[in-house]
C-alpha cells in the first residue's frame, strides 16, 4: 500500500506498507530502510556509541528512516548531527516513522541538515567523538565515492582525538573483491580497525568497520561494561 509519496530534485520518495512494515523507496527502487529490520537497524547507531568511551558529539552520515539515528537517545550524548541528502527523505521519517524511530527528531540535542554528506564533511570545522557512515552500496550513483581512501580521509580529519568512524558495508550487496577493496582503502587511513557484525542474518550480512584514533585502539574491557 502506497501511503505517502513525494517529489523532489533526486526524485521520488515513497512511503509504502506490507504485511504491516513501512519502507521508504527512493525512485520505485532503492530502499531506505524499514520498520521489519527495526532492531538491526538501531543496533547499526548503538555499535558505535558503544565502542567510543564517551561520545559528545556525534554525525551519522544519512538519516533515512531515522531508525539507526534514533540511538542516540539511549546515550548521554550531548550532540547529534545527521546529514540526509534528500529533503523528501527527512519529512518522510518524520512524518511516517515516528514510532520506529522513537521521535529522535524532536530529541533537543538533534539536529538536521539536508545536505550532501561528502560535502560537508570537506568544508566544515566541526569535530566529532563518533561519525557513522550508513550502509550505501558502490554500484548506485554517487554512491561509491563514499568508499574511496579520500572520503575516510576528509572524515578523518572531523575526528576529535580519540574519535572513531564506523563504516557499515553491506556483504550480501558486494562482491568479495570489492569488500577487499573497500577495507584497503580503509586500512590506509585508519590502521587501527576492528570489523564488527551488525546482525544475526545468514543471507543479508551487514558489518562495520570501526576505524579507531585512540593510540590504544579499543578498548575491550569498557567496552563489555558498558553493553552490560
Not at 564517551?54 to 539515528?69: D, E, K, Y
Not at 561528502?118 to 570545522?125: E, P
Request: net charge negative; charged share 20%; with cysteine.
Amino acid at each position: 500500500q502506497l501511503l505517502h509519496l513525494s517529489e523532489g530534485a533526486f526524485g521520488s520518495v515513497a512511503v509504502v506498507e506490507h504485511d504491516g512494515h513501512r519502507r521508504i523507496k527512493l525512485n520505485n527502487f532503492y530502499v531506505l530502510g524499514g520498520t521489519h529490520a527495526a532492531g538491526d537497524e538501531r543496533l547499526q547507531g548503538h555499535i558505535p556509541l558503544l565502542v567510543h568511551p564517551q561520545p559528545q558529539r556525534v554525525a551519522f552520515l544519512r538519516l533515512g528512516t531515522g531508525i539507526s539515528f534514533s540511538a542516540i537517545g539511549f546515550h548521554p550524548i550531548r550532540e547529534a548531527l545527521a546529514l540526509e541528502l534528500v529533503p523528501e527523505v527527512v519529512f518522510a521519517a518524520r512524518d511516517w516513522f515516528g514510532d520506529s524511530n522513537l521521535g529522535v527528531l524532536q530529541d533537543p540535542r538533534a539536529r538536521l541538515r539536508a545536505e550532501d554528506a561528502r560535502s560537508y564533511v570537506a568544508a566544515t570545522r566541526e569535530r566529532f567523538d563518533v561519525v557513522v557512515g550508513d550502509l550505501v552500496v558502490p554500484w548506485r550513483r554517487g554512491e561509491s565515492s563514499l568508499y574511496t581512501r579520500e572520503s575516510f580521509d576528509a572524515v578523518r580529519r572531523v575526528l576529535a582525538p580519540g574519535g572513531l568512524y564506523c563504516q557499515w558495508v553491506p556483504l550480501y550487496q558486494i562482491s568479495e573483491a570489492e569488500f577487499d577493496s573497500i577495507a584497503a582503502s580503509f586500512l590506509d587511513v585508519f590502521p587501527r580497525t576492528t570489523l564488527w557484525r551488525g546482525d544475526f542474518s545468514a543471507g543479508q550480512a551487514a558489518v562495520a568497520l570501526v576505524g579507531h584514533t585512540a593510540p590504544d585502539g579499543l578498548d575491550a574491557v569498557r567496552v563489555d561494561a558498558r553493553s552490560r
